[in-house]
Antibody, heavy 119, light 109 residues
């Protein structure tokens, strides 16, 4: 069965950096695009970034461009999100999400990792 | 940016009743529309993709319809486990700038 397990969250001061990881199993990781979606406390869902199956294409929501970098290591079945210059508004649960077979809908989600940006 | 608007924000329904949730896009997204369910403290779960295709394991009481700018999620007979927040999501544009609706909370009446 598909499993996505995020790690790397925690409490970080504004301006600092953090790297989130997502270990994938139960499917052919190198065949699928992968996304990060976040959810601020008590708020709705916000798509953050996508990376193509081979890592050649990456896209971001405008609010994180230049600060976030999505990457993947298909030899390790692992997805990453590097977050730099962290801001309080980056506080959220970050979900690792697998793209569907026929489009960029989200067919499997990890349990999420909480990132809190606080002095 | 494609803006997704869900209505109502909150829907109060009795168990066994029918629930109808709406999602509107400010421009056509063809049939590139998905619905997700999020229970408290859990990650979202895919219910519907392609506007009307149920995901694996989703009960038949969930159905999706619509195309273009107007979409509907219908839950034919609400069960206790269906009280949750539901989000629509468009995935039509390229390069991808994927957007969600604000959510509809289905609560027990």
């Amino acid at each position: 069965q598909v499993q996505l397990v995020e790690s790397g969250g925690g409490v970080v001061q504004p301006g600092r950096s953090l790297r989130l990881s997502c270990a994938a199993s139960g499917f052919t990781f190198s065949s699928y695009g992968m996304h990060w979606v976040r959810q601020a406390p008590g708020k709705g869902l916000e798509w953050v970034a996508v990376i193509s199956h081979d890592g050649s294409n990456k896209y971001y929501v405008d609010s994180v461009k230049g600060r976030f970098t999505i990457s993947r290591d298909n030899s390790k079945n692992t997805l990453y999100l590097q977050i730099n210059s962290m801001r309080p508004e980056d506080t959220a649960v970050y979900y690792c999400v697998k793209a569907g077979i026929s489009g960029d809908y989200f067919d499997y989600w990890g349990q999420g990792t909480l990132v809190t940006v606080s002095p | 940016e494609i803006v997704m608007t869900q209505s109502p924000a909150t829907l109060s329904v009795s168990p066994g009743e029918r629930a109808t949730l709406s999602c509107r896009a400010n421009q056509s997204v063809r049939n590139k529309l998905a619905w997700y369910q999020q229970r408290p403290g859990q990650a979202p779960r895919l219910l519907i993709y392609g506007a009307s295709t149920r995901a694996t394991g989703v009960p038949a009481r969930f159905s999706g319809s619509g195309s273009g700018t107007e979409f509907t999620l219908t839950i034919s007979s609400l069960q206790s486990e269906d009280f949750a927040i539901y989000y629509c999501h468009q995935y039509n544009n390229w390069p991808p700038v994927l957007t969600f609706g604000g959510g509809t909370k289905v609560e027990i009446k």
